[in-house]
């Protein structure tokens, strides 16, 4: 089994080719407002470097949100337009889920922010087998606190910083922990893979 991973849901950039639990290939970069230049490249370079055809991928996992609107819409589009020229049916995964099975703890619920604007988060709670204590959803400050005192979890995101009294944890993605959750998880047709946006974009909110 050959996978493909896209994640171009943040800032950073990820692109990994995995094959049979072993990272063949991995970039990962830093390249805020410039997805569209440069994920179809870090792709060719991924299979190149991990000396694997176009062709012979046998899964596709993009993450598909919540995040950048326009970062998630690129991933979302390649992996679409990859998937059917290969005729591969894709895997859509969580930001925030990602976040929280790359952490290394499992004594505690762990709760995924990852900043939606100045004043609001996306939030996703996970107990220590990543199912879902509470939905996936964008909300204000004053709520995602509510949660906090609620579940005093485990709190992890793309950065480090502070949320009222609460530390917030900056997680590196485990790619081999993530592939190896979703690696027999449901699948979509090319056709019917949708970003998971959780609000609308702020020009829209502001009408």
Not at 70 to 80: M, Q, W
Not at 137 to 158: A, H, Q, R
Request: hydrophobic content about 40%.
């Amino acid at each position: 089994m050959i996978n493909l991973f896209i994640d171009t849901s943040t800032a950073n950039v990820s692109i990994s080719i995995i094959k049979d639990n072993e990272i063949l290939s991995l970039i990962s970069k830093n390249i805020p407002n410039m997805h569209s230049s440069y994920t179809t490249k870090f792709i060719k370079d991924a299979l190149d470097e991990a000396g694997i055809d176009a062709n012979d991928i046998s899964n596709i996992m993009v993450v598909n949100g919540p995040g950048s609107f326009t970062g998630v819409r690129i991933g979302v589009t390649i992996a679409k337009t990859y998937g059917y020229l290969i005729k591969k049916d894709i895997t859509p995964i969580s930001s925030l889920k990602i976040l929280a099975i790359s952490a290394k703890i499992k004594e505690k619920n762990i709760m995924s922010i990852i900043p939606a604007n100045k004043s609001s988060y996306y939030v996703g709670i996970y107990d220590n087998n990543y199912n879902i204590i509470e939905e996936e959803k964008c909300m204000d400050k004053e709520d995602v606190l509510v949660l906090c005192n609620k579940f005093n979890p485990y709190i992890v995101s793309v950065d480090a910083s502070v949320i009222g009294k609460y530390k917030v944890n900056k997680q590196a993605l485990d790619i081999l922990k993530i592939v190896n959750y979703y690696q027999d998880k449901e699948k979509v047709n090319p056709h019917s893979l949708l970003p998971n946006y959780l609000k609308l974009p702020q020009a829209l909110e502001e009408k």
